[in-house]
């Protein structure tokens, strides 16, 4: 089946522009999670929703974050004027239930901030 | 001090021989354990769940000791394809609801 899609895959921004990226979810996937991925290192944790709620949002860098899920399946992670430090891959990932089962992550978006 | 340990590497192994990595935690309530793959430029793909003492499949085997709080990660019989990053992560639960990951360790596996 589908699994967890992104968009875009890679985007460019001009430091001090905002950027929206997507996650479409496992179809069925109740629990959405973001992560920040910077070169060399491992996965680090943004925020988590259950179905439409945003119930941690600790991983959150800066208020210039934002996350929403508004129909409880596609996510958009949304970042405000975006900086040079903003440059990883935001990667999404998804599982079936709210009690912990295997994330299963989409492709990423590449972000570069200049 | 990182709540999820791994040594970097890079790992360079031969073709066929067994490699053992291993991964630390530091957070006693972390509840379930997982490894992932990585490969270059790619997302992480699971690669096996830990939630009792250990797990098989296949060539692969994961274990974990609560009470040294580290999980390993033994490959037998390697091959060229299983070259790449290997994530370790960690789930503690408890309102903490996203993954603890390490940096991975790079395996190079030499023909």
């Known amino acids: 089946g589908a699994g967890v899609s992104q968009s875009p895959r890679y985007k460019v921004a001009k430091r001090g522009q905002d950027v929206a990226l997507r996650c479409d979810p496992i179809?069925?996937?109740?629990?959405l999670f973001w992560y920040q991925q910077a070169l060399g290192q491992g996965p680090e944790f943004l925020t988590y929703?259950?179905?439409?709620?945003?119930?941690?949002k600790s991983g959150l860098p800066s208020d210039r974050f934002f996350a929403e899920r508004p129909e409880g399946s596609v996510s958009t992670l949304k970042i405000q004027r975006t900086q040079q430090e903003d440059s990883a891959v935001y990667l999404c990932?998804?599982?079936?239930?709210?009690?912990?089962?295997?994330?299963?992550f989409g492709p990423g978006t590449r972000l570069t901030v200049t | 001090r990182k709540e999820v340990e791994q040594d970097p590497g890079p790992f360079n192994v031969p073709e066929g021989a067994t490699v053992a990595f291993n991964c630390t935690y530091s957070?006693?309530?972390?509840?379930?354990f997982f490894w992932y793959r990585q490969d270059c430029r790619k997302e992480p793909k699971l690669l096996m769940s830990?939630?009792?003492s250990g797990n098989e499949d296949g060539r692969f085997t994961a274990q974990l000791n609560r009470a040294s709080q580290y999980i390993s990660l033994l490959i037998r019989d390697s091959k060229l394809s299983d070259s790449a990053t290997y994530l370790c992560?960690?789930?503690?639960?408890?309102?903490?609801?996203?993954?603890?990951f390490g940096k991975g360790t790079h395996l190079i596996i030499q023909p």
């Open positions: 929703f259950q179905n439409e709620a945003q119930l941690d």
């Open positions: 830990v939630y009792s």
């Open positions: 957070n006693s309530a972390s509840q379930s």
């Open positions: 990932a998804s599982s079936l239930a709210r009690e912990f089962y295997e994330q299963y």
């Open positions: 992560a960690a789930y503690s639960g408890g309102g903490a609801d996203g993954l603890t």
């Open positions: 179809s069925g996937h109740v629990s």
